[in-house]
Each structure stands twice: as structure tokens, then as C-alpha cells.
């Protein structure tokens, strides 16, 4: 009998060793983020920059809990939004994928709100909403980096990001992450970027689509000391960014 309650004796410390590396392995929730003073923003803006915030903080536990959590809101190829179901064009694929990207990201660096790239980015938000506009360039010509120049200097690696007809900042974000129809994932690459440490966010209703939200990030910026330029066509056009449009 001394043999079996050795062999047990083994089997119960082994068992307590394996429960030991899996709770170690288990990842712990990041610590609570505060919503961030922000008079320059509107409601909706600062709770999308506090999105973007949590993502960064902790892109796997973004993606164990949000992100699943919009996934568990498709029917089918469609994502219901309210009372509406949108039609997507991938369907879950891409929101798996973002979440097997993100579990593999334990953080990413923090990144900085700026007042004037926020400003930059409602400018386009209010003119697309205006127009129905969905495109990165204005009717004028002017793109990102001529309404960037207006307000600042900035680095020439940036990222412009376009979201429509979510209007809640979870959403948005999520939706943004899953990249739908876009082969690159640009938009998802571009929140996840490292390199990016400063940015801003505009949001505004759109003629044709409900809502709009743009997002600009960029890696380093300094604001103009005698406040904004006038707008001119700039060569320093953003390096980054992917043209998306959600399904009607």
C-alpha cells in the first residue's frame, strides 16, 4: 500500500503545481483608466478617445471582452445596431482575427490627446456630415495633411481613420478594429501601432449615414504658437490611411 499513496502523493503535488503555472498564466485585468478631462471634445468624442485608451492599455483584455462581446451581435454576415441589422462583408471572420491578434498583445504604448489634432479631425467629420462625404479628401482637395499643417507640425508617419453610422463609442472602436472589407486591416494596424503616440478624435452626424467619427493619430506634434494657418495644399500628405465605408 506504501507505493499507491506515494504515487498519489505525486500525483496531488503535480496537480497543485500545474494549477500554479495556469493561474500564474492567467492574464490579470489592467488597472481602472479614468475618462480624461477633455473640454475641447464633446461627449461622444471623449468616450471614443477612452476606448481607444482602453485598447491600448491592454489590447487582450480589449479583445476578451469587448470585442467578443460585439461579435456575440452578429446575426449571420449582418451585426445588429440598435434596431437595425448592417449588412457586413466578411461577416465574423474579421472580428476572430482581431481578437487572436489582440490575445497575442499584452500592451502597446500609451498614447497622448492633442487639442489641435482633435480639431483637425472634427473639421473633416463636420464637413462629411455636411456633404455626405466619405472620403479622406475634402471638395476642395485638401486632404489629412493640409488640415494637420493648418494647426501644427507633424511627423510623416500618421494614420487617418474613418468611421460611419455607429454612434456609440464602443462600437465605433470595435467596428474600427474589425477592418471589415479591407484586406490590409489598415485601420486595425494603425490603432494598434506603437509608433503612433499623440492623436485627437472628431465626431459628427452624417447626411447619408447617420454618424461619422475620424480619428488622427500621428507619432510626434507640435502646435503652431500663433494658432491655426490657413489651409493650403500640402506635399506631407499622411503616409497611412485606408478609405472604409460600412455596409447600408
Known sequence: ?????????????????????????????????????????????????????????????????????????????????????????????????????????????????VAEIARAAKDHAVYMGKTGSTDHVDGRGYGPGARLDAYGSWSTRNAQILSFQFSEPTDIVAWLLTNDGIASRGYRRALLNKRFRVGGVGCANHKEYTFTCVIVLTEKFRKHRNGPRPLRRSNNQLKVYVQEKQGK
Open 1 to 113: 500500500m506504501t507505493p499507491c499513496v506515494a504515487l498519489g502523493l505525486v500525483m496531488s503535488l503535480a496537480g497543485d503545481a500545474d494549477a500554479k503555472r495556469r493561474k500564474k498564466r492567467k492574464a490579470k485585468p489592467p488597472k481602472p483608466l479614468k475618462m480624461l478631462k477633455t473640454p475641447f471634445l464633446d461627449a461622444t468624442e471623449a468616450r471614443v478617445w477612452h476606448e481607444l485608451r482602453l485598447v491600448r492599455q491592454s489590447p487582450r483584455h480589449y479583445a476578451a471582452s469587448k470585442m467578443k462581446a460585439f461579435k456575440g451581435r452578429y446575426e449571420g454576415a449582418n451585426i445588429k445596431v440598435g434596431d437595425t441589422l448592417l449588412q457586413t462583408n466578411e461577416g465574423t471572420r474579421p472580428v476572430d482575427e482581431a481578437i487572436a491578434e489582440m490575445a497575442r498583445i499584452k500592451r502597446t504604448k500609451r498614447i497622448k490627446l
